[in-house]
């Protein structure tokens, strides 16, 4: 089942910070960030393992709160740089391999 | 380039042709996966490969729609008898065999397939 990202679309002003949250109905392993400029492949940012963990990758960092299943990925002291989509993608294993089921994606417009 | 490589890029097609997308994915990576994804959707999978073997193939992959690894390195999608829905951006993903861990994957720029 597809996880839910919210909210569907963020516009900010260059040094802003958001919040994106990922949500399941379903247990979750895992949770991968991904961003996509706009006719390019998604790019990877992050994964998370297990409850409770967070990761920082500059100004983007995100927490995995197991219980709630639930991710959010906060973006602080936004650039220009930073605008795309964001997906979140839970797992499914299959074989050994790991499926990713992504969110529909939340889009995020920095501006000047 | 070391990062993951798709062919064509973009592909035109009538309906009712086939057409054929290749993926070569990073070097010594034994998993590649196949995704499809429609304009504000996020990727959706199709089919996956350990090595040479296919080893999962999504409900959403028609008996019109074919995919092989053959010697486990570069991989191909087929489509047979295209429709106007099979318009959609292809991607290929590969990540390297890691055990238990999960392992990140890595996206392709994707093939853009309009069927007119």
Not at chain 2, 10 to 24: A, E, L, S, W, Y
Not at chain 2, 49 to 66: I, T, V, W
């Amino acid at each position: 089942q597809q996880p839910v990202q919210s909210p569907q679309a963020v516009i900010l002003r260059e040094g802003e910070d958001a919040v994106i949250n990922c949500s399941s109905s379903k247990a979750l392993y895992s949770v991968h960030w991904y961003r996509q400029k706009h006719g390019e492949a998604p790019v990877f940012l992050m994964i998370l393992l297990k409850g409770g963990e967070q990761k920082g990758h500059e100004k983007i960092s995100a927490s995995f709160n197991e219980k709630k299943q639930q991710s959010s990925l906060y973006l602080t002291a936004s650039q220009l740089s930073y605008s795309g989509t964001y997906f979140c993608g839970t797992e499914r294993t299959v074989q050994g391999a790991q499926k990713l089921v992504f969110g529909q994606g939340t889009r995020l417009t920095i501006n000047p | 380039d070391t990062g993951v490589s798709q062919d064509p890029r973009h592909k035109i097609t009538k309906r009712g042709q086939n057409v054929t997308f290749r993926c070569d994915p990073i070097s010594e990576h034994n998993r590649l996966y196949w995704y499809r994804q429609t304009l504000g959707q996020g990727p959706e999978f199709l089919t996956y490969f350990q090595n040479e073997a296919q080893l999962e193939k999504s409900r959403l992959l028609s008996d019109r729609f074919s995919a092989e690894r053959p010697k486990g390195s570069f991989s191909t999608l087929e489509i047979q008898r295209t429709e106007q829905g099979d318009s959609a951006m292809y991607l290929c993903a590969s990540s390297p065999l890691a055990g238990l861990s999960t392992d990140t994957q890595y996206f392709g720029p994707g093939t853009r397939l309009t069927v007119l």
